[in-house]
């Protein structure tokens, strides 16, 4: 069983940055791949970003490339996202997930995913 919390999220202008956390419970984080997902009101939850389990690899979706950057420690069982140059459309609740699937296709899937944090709130005014 794993309990992720996420943290970091708020109200920031278009053109700043925020960094979301999600912390993870239990001892066998490190065998989790881990994904940062999104969902705006009204649309459906999409993938943003995702990390293997040794961090050794990462993959954006093309609306995010170049702006958000995941990354995780894995002594302090947490993964980061961090979020530049943010856009009013980037605004909706972000979500952590875990997952022990090795497939590159399944990870950008949230179906793929077994444990989900709460959300997060990000709201970027213009």
């Known amino acids: 069983q794993v309990q992720l919390v996420e943290s970091g999220g708020g109200l920031v202008q278009a053109g700043g940055s925020l960094r979301l956390s999600c912390v993870a419970s239990?001892?066998?984080?490190?065998?989790?791949?881990m994904g940062w997902f999104r969902q705006a009101p009204g649309k459906e939850r999409e993938f943003v970003a995702r990390?293997?389990?040794?961090?050794?690899?990462?993959y954006y979706a093309e609306s995010v490339k170049g702006r958000f950057t995941i990354s995780r420690d894995n002594a302090k069982n947490t993964v980061y996202l961090q979020m530049n140059n943010l856009k009013p459309e980037d605004t909706a609740v972000y979500y952590c997930?875990?997952?022990?699937?090795?497939?590159?296709?399944?990870?950008?899937?949230?179906?793929?995913?077994?444990?989900w944090g709460q959300g997060t709130q990000v709201t970027v005014s213009s």
């Open positions: 997930a875990a997952t022990l699937s090795r497939s590159a296709a399944a990870l950008s899937r949230p179906g793929s995913y077994t444990y």
């Open positions: 990390i293997t389990w040794s961090g050794g690899t990462t």
């Open positions: 239990g001892r066998t984080f490190s065998s989790y791949a």
